[in-house]
Every structure is written in C-alpha cells, then in structure tokens.
C-alpha cells in the first residue's frame, strides 16, 4: 500500500470516516456525515509550521493551542486556521459530550 493511501485511511479512521480512493472523481478523500475531508501527506512540512505550533503550545497555559495562517490580500476570515489532530478530536467528542 502507498505511504498516502494509508496516511488517508488512518485519517479517515481517526475522523470516524471512510476512505473514499482514487476513483477518477474530482471527490473528498474522506467520506464523512459532518466534514469535507482533503487530506494532503507531504514527506516534510515546513519548519516554519512546526515552528509556529511549537510557539502555541509552550504558551497555551491549559488552552487549545491553534496556528492562524493568513495570506497577504486576503480577507481575514479566510485564514486557515491549524489544530493538531488530536486535540481536534478531544474538543470534537468535549463538545458532543456537552450537548448530550
């Protein structure tokens, strides 16, 4: 198996969705009731995103530590905004719990 059919099925996994494949269609990686799901696998990402979530999380102080990115132009409600995953999955399940 390839290194990113794999990266996509444990996403997917992790997400609680299902890989959908490379079928030829313009679709989502990852088939889910709630979310549009691309997922991009790289060898490296850039230092600079390391970086920057490094700074988030040595000064979160018990906060979800986020990166904001945002481009030169843009409207600023168009950043993208960076969680790590695992921390997206506990403020996921926190939040159902709380309205369960």
């Given amino acids: 198996m390839t290194t ?7 996403i997917a996994k992790l997400l609680g969705g299902t890989r959908t494949g490379a079928n030829g269609e313009s679709r989502r ?3 889910h009731a709630h979310w549009s799901i691309e997922v991009k696998h790289r060898k490296v990402l850039p230092q600079w995103l390391h970086s920057a979530m490094g700074q988030a999380e040595r000064e ?7 990166v904001v990115l945002h481009e030169k132009g843009l409207q600023y409600d168009e950043s993208y905004v ?5 921390n997206f ?12």
């Fill in 29 to 31: 990686d990852v088939e």
């Fill in 89 to 100: 999955n506990k403020e996921m399940n926190d939040e159902k719990n709380d309205t369960t």
């Fill in 4 to 10: 990113w059919k794999h990266c996509e099925r444990m």
């Fill in 82 to 86: 960076i969680i790590r995953l695992l």
């Fill in 60 to 66: 979160a102080d018990g906060r979800v530590p986020i």
